[in-house]
């Protein structure tokens, strides 16, 4: 994996990679959140201090899922959209699908 | 922390300490979730089959979020409600605020 | 339900009738809010201004699920916790699938 | 729909128009549910039985949204990408901060 990070040739077309530094770095925060709930429970800490570190995973990973959504509908969706015809609308139909399931 | 951990006396009046062991199994596949994520981003691969796995992720907090509230109310806030008072009234304000936060 | 409304004697335990003048304005609120949809999409107004529209209907519908939920909590709740027993668990078991279906 | 919808014509082109009907039945159905929760308030029924109602006036509107945010997606947006430059990607801005706030 070391070698392809960073390397953006062969995905090159996708929006997020404009922001994958940031997103990388989200990720390992959130990451490192959910191993700080995890400690928690093992040092069997309140439940409620518990819960708020658990909101605070989400939260992050919510505003990772906004991100990739947003490049998504700017990047692949609007190329899509500039050839127009059933391509394009297959692709709307699945951002808006994802954008249901992240609703829910 | 070695030591501490499964070892449940310290806080043992904690309500989810009899799902301890489901809890941080839950947690430990999240972080794993949340590692794939990170590949995945890392990888360039496509961003709705990401959203997908972010969506995994946050679903398994949300239940690890509600398994702890559970416990909390069931076991924190039954007990103080049984001693009654003002003790009572504030573990069910607090309670009430972590769900508050929790439906956003 | 004219003579019914306003008196609280044939409930009268319920949680939320401390409440009930301040929930009831709220509802009326939202119903004015779901009105205020209904009318711009009668309108053909633009689709994210009656979005804004929506958000704020269903934030004053959570608004009140929480009201309802606390004065649950601290109510029905706390008065079976009390009792203790099968009876303080069923409710307890109850008002926690509550919690799961508002935060899905 | 021709006399009564205050003028459909000045709008037409709003992506929301082949479902309106489709909405405006959903949006009364909604308004149905808000003012079934305001008279079960009024007549002191039980807290979770109303929570229930809530609940399905609050998905009744979160489908509202999804319609409306799937019609501008295909609609508006794409026509903005087709044009693309500066108002295909205001206009994808836009969608995304509307779609950020139902997340929340």
Chains 1, 2, 3, 4 share one sequence.
Do not use: F, N, P, W
């Not at 959910?34 to 800490?45: A, I, L, N, P």
Request: net charge negative.
């Amino acid at each position: 994996m070391s070698e392809t990070s960073d390397s953006v040739t062969a995905h090159e077309g996708h929006g997020y990679v404009g922001h994958k530094e940031d997103l990388l770095k989200r990720l390992r925060r959130a990451e490192g959140q959910v191993r700080g709930v995890h400690r928690m429970v093992e040092e069997d800490q309140y439940c409620l201090d518990i819960l708020t570190q658990v909101s605070a995973a989400t939260k992050a990973l919510e505003r990772v899922a906004l991100v990739l959504l947003d490049d998504h509908l700017s990047h692949c969706v609007a190329t899509a959209a500039e050839e127009g015809g059933e391509v394009a609308a297959a692709k709307l139909q699945e951002a808006s699908a994802a954008i249901a399931r992240l609703v829910r």
